[in-house]
């Protein structure tokens, strides 16, 4: 079904002229993990729990070969397999001690404090499922690449709660300060999505590229653009551009930002890296 959408236009922001932040490399593992695509920080237990994508499931793998690793702060892979048995798992996200994993057939709920699987729900897709992000009432939210859908559980129901061509090829999710930060591929656009009202904002246009992790520094957000390395976006919708890796040929997936050490977790995918950098003063 589809629904009536609000556009709203809030910005077209260019690239400006403010001096871009200064990153340093802290660390990498560049063996041991298997394509990784998604990390995030667990404040409880001081570790990252990072996706092994591993290949692509219509390339002939199995859809229960894959898994999350636990790696330290320190770069150390501290348990490879430690969720085994999973469909090429992509985005995450972890609360209240649960951590949310979207796999090929829909998303696992996996109790960190116990190290048991809690749900998994089936989501009917056509393309890809990608993304996942919780709001405030622990609503969940996934993308879909390569559609122009979002789906929403609530309650256990899985249902397509968003169908537009506005968020078309959606990849990156995030919820905050109230609003879903949403990457579509197709037009380029950061947007904003009221959970109240469905109402679509414009953020900022990033231009062509894969909008892939999106997170909040301050009153500042970061984004990652997979081919083309990382964004910061200010408080007014101006792109500041840093860490660009075009000409490396390097690839920044679905990142994690660690607020208290001013660090971002970057895995790569296909480049089969997870690397660490600080902000510097």
Known sequence: MKHAILIMLLSFSVFNNTEPPVIEKVWEISEGLDFPESAVYDKETNVLYVSNYKRFVRNGSSYSDCSISKVDLNGQIVNKDWIPNLSSPTGLFLKDGLLYIVERFGIAIYDTENDTMKARHRIRHD???????????????????????????????????????????????????????????????????????????????????????????????????????????????????????????????????????????????????????????
């Not at 537009?164 to 656009?189: P, Q």
């Not at 792109?239 to 660690?258: K, M, Q, R, V, W």
Request: one cysteine or more; a negative charge.
């Open 127 to 281: 393309f890809l499922i990608n993304d996942i992000a919780l709001d405030n009432e622990n609503n969940i939210y996934i993308t879909e690449a390569g559609n122009n859908t979002l789906y929403r559980i609530k309650e256990n129901n899985v249902t397509s709660w968003i169908q537009t061509d506005s968020i078309g090829d959606a990849n990156g999710i995030s919820f905050i300060d109230d609003k879903l930060y949403i990457g579509v591929n197709e037009d380029g656009f950061l947007k904003s999505i009221d959970t109240k009202t469905k109402e679509i904002s414009y953020v900022c246009h990033l231009g062509e590229g894969n909008i892939d992790g999106i997170k909040k520094r301050g009153n500042q957000l970061l984004v990652s653009l997979y081919e083309k390395g990382m964004r910061l976006i200010d408080e007014n919708g101006e792109i500041i551009e840093f860490a660009n890796t075009t000409s490396t040929g390097l690839h920044c997936a679905d990142f994690e930002y660690i607020p208290h050490k001013d660090m971002i977790i970057v895995p790569s995918l296909f480049d089969n890296t997870l690397t660490a950098y600080k902000f510097k003063d």
